[in-house]
């Protein structure tokens, strides 16, 4: 069954350090998000991308963060100079068309700045 | 007010119980409802999507929204221990507008 996959599933920086969070959403899925996730707290939407644009983006999605399809398989977040307070899990899902209520996941990978 | 609240729990139950769990939203634009089990330190996965009001069954799991009182249960049939997860709720107004989650609710269910 094809999933959702991320990598690295846990990564460690040192504040004002960038990182890139790499995804590969599902092969024939044209919608894809960024959500986080931060310890004992709700998931929280990022961002959306559709057609190598943004589509959607929340508040917490400032100038620190953007997203890049760099092929046609990646998907990427990056957080330029990172926070402490962007400790958390980032997860990627993707949807085969507009419905973002049948998202389907990825692993995560586990942010942790220090 | 949060847009959408579940009551974190832990919510415990024996082996074979039925299980229920439940969401309210505050935001009337929400069409779509969502579960989703979440095992600890990974991703969730989705069980299943309503739209609108009405019942939705999968198996042992049946979903059930009332638009009238903003109100989105799940219940579990028959539970078992590989049940035991955090399920959370999940709202959105259609299209590939964004998701709004609850905080989940932790389950366990003991043999």
């Known amino acids: 069954e094809p999933e959702v996959t991320q990598t690295p599933s846990h990564q460690v920086t040192q504040m004002g350090q960038e990182v890139i969070l790499r995804c590969v959403p599902i092969?024939?899925?044209?919608?894809f998000y960024w959500y986080r996730q931060i310890l004992g707290q709700k998931v929280e939407f990022l961002v959306s991308?559709?057609?190598?644009?943004?589509?959607?983006k929340s508040e917490i999605f400032d100038d620190q963060f953007s997203v890049e399809r760099p092929d046609g398989s990646n998907f990427t977040l990056k957080i330029r100079s990172t926070k402490l307070e962007d400790s958390a899990m980032y997860f990627c899902?993707?949807?085969?068309?507009?419905?973002?209520?049948?998202?389907?996941f990825g692993p995560g990978t586990r942010l942790t700045v220090t | 007010q949060k847009e959408v609240e579940q009551d974190p729990g832990p919510l415990s139950v024996p082996e074979g119980a039925i299980v229920s769990l439940n969401c309210t939203y505050s935001?009337?634009?929400?069409?779509?409802f969502m579960w989703y089990r979440q095992y600890s330190r990974k991703g969730p996965e989705l069980l299943m999507y309503?739209?609108?009001?009405g019942n939705k069954e999968d198996g042992r799991f049946t979903a059930q929204v009332d638009k009238s009182s903003k109100y989105i249960s799940l219940f579990i049939r028959d539970s078992q221990p590989s049940d035991s997860a955090t399920y959370l709720c999940?709202?959105?107004?259609?299209?590939?507008?964004?998701?709004?989650f609850g905080i989940g609710t932790k389950l366990q269910v003991i043999p």
């Open positions: 309503t739209y609108s009001s």
């Open positions: 899902a993707s949807s085969v068309g507009t419905g973002a209520y049948e998202q389907y």
């Open positions: 999940a709202c959105n107004s259609g299209g590939y507008q964004k998701v709004t």
């Open positions: 991308f559709y057609n190598n644009e943004i589509s959607e």
């Open positions: 092969s024939n899925h044209l919608y």
């Open positions: 935001n009337s634009a929400f069409q779509y």
